[in-house]
């Protein structure tokens, strides 16, 4: 048993890594990463590393020279000294020691002003990779949170997805800090190259390094994964705390927990700063362990040549000199692999946060049909519909009714029945079982989703209002309207007043979710959208609950016009709005109880009768 749940659990890791690694290529591939791109990157790194080597180098027979005071028998590495040899012959120059001196300090400063150029060309291109991925990577998630149905939005909270939005950015600016990490790379095998040229027994001893920074960090580097990854779950939480809390000041005034909401708040970031802190300074010290390992190696490389000297060995002092200058740039780059550790652990948890969203397991995507929806031409029916919200009882059960061409039907009873769960499967906000819906006899799921929601327009119970002008959110949704449109539709909803009272009429900027209109400002604002649309059904959700008497009465009017020649599915609270309805379905714990016009309703002295008689009651 042990054996079979050994082998088991190995191959659960290895598809969890191949599932990983399946993520990961989708990851590079909605960033649109090329290899040529990548070639590049390389490319760069390479030659400004061995750019960067040469000038070291030539550091070489320039100290030989200035020691020994005679340039003539200096060698300049890699073939250089032919190339100075012919330059002079060909401009006709003695090679004395002042011009070759000049020749050799020429030399060195046209390799590092090459070395400038390349590593300024290595930059740019970067930054514009980084551009070009994080525009991408930002607009795949943008459009991917498009493609998830209602519910998923339902479950998730808001400042959660704002946080994930950050992550996008975060995620390329790692890349890019990985990028930079690989110049570093290059460079320290560069200047391995020349150690080794200079004295391969001292490179050994600085070699030795490695492995004690690698045991070093080893330890450093789970922690700092383990930090960020619970800072991680931090920052999500304190993302969706702050966003309740902001979105909802109204209510928190008015309970007065103010003190309350602050202390919660206070002590959650409180517990984020002392997680960051402890990961920034697990960090800070692999930084600091380069720096230390620097000045053991100067003094394990001084000891040696000092040892040396004294049993009377040969020691080039010169290169000796130049090898310390140089394995003083090289050890701080060993910290190449820590910084490397240290970046992949700050990025594993965004990127597995943003990967969660390919995936399309709990995100309820309503998939479209492919038949385009051209207009109603009978009927909407709903057959034996049964509904429930994943976690939840039936929130609809067996409910049947038809809705006529060009027809008022209502739906009517106590909150909480399922009737704007209705509405919404008719959107396909959510996506209804098979056989349930139809349109003309066809089940609705066969029917393009644009195709079927442009011939659909909605008036909800809360208006969803945009942070833009009053005439971008009454025309929402259309290319091109004409002022006289406007004006007319505004007129029947009752808006031009509002228009002229407002600073820059129609475009005066109305807030967050229209923060700046009244709550029956911004039902009729829905309306007058709804109503530009134009479209062949009209579905409103307790689209005057919101609105005054006198108000009301106009926009009844208005919506009685709008219906004319159209299709509509109407929730009610208010019974006296639907005197005019051709059919009344009454629906109470997902079910309906009856149905019929009002006359017909009141006559049976049924539920929808006793609503009736309460609301009388009550006016």
């Not at 090329?34 to 040469?54: E, G, Y």
């Not at 802190?277 to 380069?290: C, D, E, H, N, Y």
């Not at 709005?577 to 049924?606: C, F, P, S």
Request: charge should be positive.
């Amino acid at each position: 048993m042990t054996k079979y749940s050994y082998f088991d659990r190995l191959a659960r890791a290895r598809e969890d890594i191949k599932q990983k690694r399946i993520l990961l290529r989708k990851l590079t591939g909605v960033m649109h990463v090329q290899p040529h791109q990548i070639v590049i990157v390389v490319a760069f790194s390479v030659l400004v590393a061995a750019l960067d080597a040469v000038g070291l180098g030539l550091l070489v027979p320039l100290a030989e020279g200035v020691v020994a005071g005679d340039f003539t028998a200096t060698d300049l590495p890699i073939g250089l000294d032919q190339i100075v040899t012919s330059s002079l012959k060909a401009l006709e120059v003695a090679p004395t020691a002042a011009v070759m001196f000049a020749a050799i300090a020429a030399v060195i400063f046209v390799v590092n002003l090459l070395g400038i150029v390349t590593g300024f060309l290595n930059v740019v291109y970067g930054q514009y990779l980084q551009g070009k991925y994080q525009y991408h990577l930002n607009t795949f998630v943008y459009s991917r949170y498009f493609s998830f149905g209602k519910a998923y939005f339902d479950r998730t909270s808001q400042g959660t997805i704002k946080k994930v939005l950050e992550y996008t950015n975060q995620i390329v600016r790692v890349i890019r800090a990985l990028q930079v990490n690989l110049g570093n790379f290059t460079r320290l095998l560069a200047y391995m190259v020349v150690m080794f040229w200079l004295s391969w027994q001292l490179m050994l001893l600085v070699l030795l390094v490695g492995p004690l920074l690698y045991i070093i960090s080893r330890f450093v580097m789970r922690r700092v994964n383990a930090l960020w990854t619970q800072a991680k779950d931090i920052t999500l939480a304190l993302g969706q705390e702050s966003f309740n809390m902001l979105s909802a000041l109204p209510l928190v005034w008015s309970y007065s927990r103010e003190k309350q909401a602050k202390k919660k708040y206070g002590a959650m970031n409180e517990n984020f700063r002392k997680v960051q802190l402890r990961a920034q300074m697990f960090g800070a010290f692999t930084v600091t362990i380069p720096t230390l390992m620097t000045l053991v190696t100067m003094l394990v490389v001084v000891s040696y040549i000092t040892w040396t000297m004294q049993r009377g060995g040969a020691i080039d002092l010169t290169r000796m000199v130049i090898f310390l200058y140089v394995a003083s740039r090289t050890v701080p780059l060993f910290k190449v692999f820590n910084t490397a550790w240290v970046v992949i652990s700050e990025i594993t948890p965004p990127i597995q946060e943003v990967l969660r969203l390919f995936g399309d397991k709990k995100k309820y995507m309503v998939a479209g049909g492919s038949v385009q929806f051209a207009g109603l031409q009978e009927h909407i029916e709903f057959r034996d519909l049964t509904y429930a919200y994943e976690g939840r009882s039936e929130i609809l059960q067996r409910v049947s009714f038809r809705i006529p061409k060009g027809q008022l039907t209502a739906l009517v009873g106590p909150s909480g029945g399922g009737k704007s769960t209705i509405i919404s499967l008719l959107m396909r906000f959510y996506d209804c079982p098979p056989g349930t819906v139809f349109v003309d006899g066809a089940d609705i799921r066969t029917f393009t989703l644009a195709s079927l929601r442009h011939q659909m327009a909605t008036v909800d119970q809360e208006p969803i209002l945009l942070h833009d002008s009053l005439r971008n959110n009454i025309t929402y949704g259309h290319e091109e309207v004409t002022p006289e449109l406007v004006h007319d539709v505004a007129v029947k909803t009752h808006l031009d007043e509002l228009i002229k009272r407002l600073p820059q009429g129609l475009d005066t900027l109305i807030g967050d979710r229209g923060v700046q209109l009244s709550g029956g400002e911004k039902q009729r604002v829905a309306i007058a959208r709804a109503m530009l649309k134009g479209s062949e059904i009209l579905l409103l959700d307790e689209a005057t609950s919101a609105l005054d008497s006198k108000t009301e009465q106009i926009v009844q009017e208005a919506l009685a016009e709008a219906i004319q020649g159209r299709t509509a599915l109407v929730i009610a609270h208010r019974l006296s709005t639907i005197r005019g309805a051709d059919n009344i379905i009454y629906v109470d714990d997902g079910k309906v109880v009856e149905q019929g016009t009002m006359t017909e309703l009141i006559d049976k002295g049924g539920a929808f009768a006793r609503q009736w008689e309460a609301q009388a009651a009550n006016a």
